[in-house]
């Protein structure tokens, strides 16, 4: 089966760091996409980073684009992303995805689209204090 675990989440005050993981198995790794989604209470599940085969393409949402980086080691099967000047605005419950339905001629929109991805992990919370 499809496996995917975060890990890395914790408290910590507003301009400081964090580094989540997501370990995957049960599937090629190196030919999916995989991307984090992160909800806070009360608000709709939303993108904040993707990333392509090999790295070959990544994708921020504007909210962060700066201030995270999305990046995988193919060796060890796992996905990370890089939380750096941390706001309490990045509240929220993180969760690593992959799809085995966007491809290389998708639509932008699609890697940005929580109904495309198809397999989730079970996410990991990030506290911001401020």
């Known amino acids: 089966q499809v496996q995917l675990v975060e890990s890395g989440g914790g408290l910590v005050q507003a301009g400081g760091s964090l580094r989540l993981s997501c370990a995957a198995s049960?599937?090629?790794?190196?030919?999916?996409?995989m991307a984090w989604f992160r909800q806070a209470p009360g608000k709709e599940r939303e993108f904040v980073a993707a990333?392509?085969?090999?790295?070959?393409?990544?994708y921020y949402a504007d909210s962060v684009k700066g201030r995270f980086t999305i990046l995988r080691d193919n060796a060890k099967n796992t996905v990370y992303l890089q939380m750096n000047s941390l706001k309490s605005e990045d509240t929220a419950v993180y969760y690593c995805a992959t799809s085995t339905t966007i491809f290389v001629n998708s639509p932008t929109i699609s890697v940005t689209t929580p109904g495309r991805y198809d397999y989730w992990g079970q996410g990991t919370q990030v506290t911001v204090s401020s």
């Open positions: 049960g599937l090629t790794f190196t030919r999916f996409p």
């Open positions: 990333i392509r085969r090999s790295g070959a393409s990544t």
